[in-house]
């Protein structure tokens, strides 16, 4: 376990211990899911798994409603909401084609301020997003699987009402879970629903976005620009066109960094591990049928 895992469960009144004796599986590395089976395998006593991750695609395959299973639903949500706005920022003025200049260019640009965005997904990082956008006093529409209400936005349920607020959309940001459903939402007829100067924000999945699409849409200006945080293949291969685009803007996958994203993490371990021994709801429920 992950040292600041360790410190956290301590702090919250419980025990780390081995596996056979562990009531809880605390996952400290995404990246090695398929150690799994064997790892539950050899802990009987299991009752709760909490993620490391709000995304938890490697783990989808595994899930099961014996147990209790937890993430980092909104734990990363501030600082990926942060990007998010930085991105529609950058795009909107121009930031990515400036950057790459070298020489002095005509004016370009639009304002953020009382842009209509579209934002897909009703999570963490969309409530952030919205309380970020407060100041520029944007027109929000939430795209979600829920009818409920969310302060100082529309929010939409049918995909007929999505495609009808896509044109209207100076901004369209992608913020949800990765499922089937989700699963490539943004291809070609998507994007020709986007208005020539709207600006495509990804700081959900890469999956999300049908990636040959996009570089059509993106070559032939169909829409203002793309600022991908995340894109399919991921990492983005060195020769992929999308790189020397001049209306996309690419990042890392660093809208939440290991050094952002650890102290937040940890906190949700302490947290959950305190209403665990308490005997409470746990925070950042996964929805076993969902995937989510």
Known sequence: MHAAFAAAVREAGATVGPLGEAEALIWADPQRAELYPELIGAAPRVRWIQLPYAGI???VEYLDARFVW?????????????????????????????ARAD??????????LGARVVILGGGGICMSLIDLLAPFDCDVTVFRHRDAPIARARVITERSQLDAALPEADIVVIALALTERTRGIVDSAFLSRMADHAWLVNVARGGHVVTDDLVVALLEQRIGGAALDVTDPEPLPVDHRLWSIANCIITPHIANTPEMGLP???ARVRENTARFVAGDPLVGVVDVELGY
């Open 57 to 59: 695609e490697p783990f």
């Open 103 to 112: 020489r002095w260019s005509a004016p370009i640009g639009r304002n953020l």
């Open 264 to 266: 937040l993490i940890a």
């Open 70 to 98: 937890t993430c980092g639903k909104g734990v990363y949500a501030p600082p990926v909401a942060e990007h998010a706005l930085a991105l529609a920022l950058a795009g909107l003025r121009g930031i990515g084609a400036y």
